[in-house]
């Protein structure tokens, strides 16, 4: 659990950034380790649309959006977790809003 923090580091800004980059940044390392993972099986020439269709895309562009798509699901997730796992504190902290009270 995180610890406690002001309002004023709140409205500032710096919670909300240090949050960010421990999301993102493992999110970044997993994407990576879950391509390889994915590639080491699947050749990214085989790919097929849903209807049949070959996807004619070059290999870099195929490890591109997969990455890509990876890491969106990957820190998504773990946003999700770190709003669940914040106090009622923290989400209801006060960061300058005058209404409604």
Request: avoid cysteine.
């Amino acid at each position: 659990m995180l610890p406690r923090r002001s309002a004023e580091m709140y409205f500032s800004g710096v919670v909300v950034k240090q949050r960010a980059l421990t999301i993102l940044w493992p999110a970044f390392l997993m994407a990576g380790v879950l391509e390889m993972l994915v590639f080491a099986v699947v050749d990214p020439a085989d790919l097929r649309w849903f209807g049949g269709e070959s996807l004619n895309w070059s290999n870099q562009a195929v490890y591109t959006v997969t990455f890509l798509i990876f890491w969106a699901v990957i820190a998504t997730a773990g946003a999700l977790m770190a709003l669940l796992d914040a106090s009622p504190e923290e989400i209801n902290a006060d960061r300058g809003r005058t209404w409604p009270r």
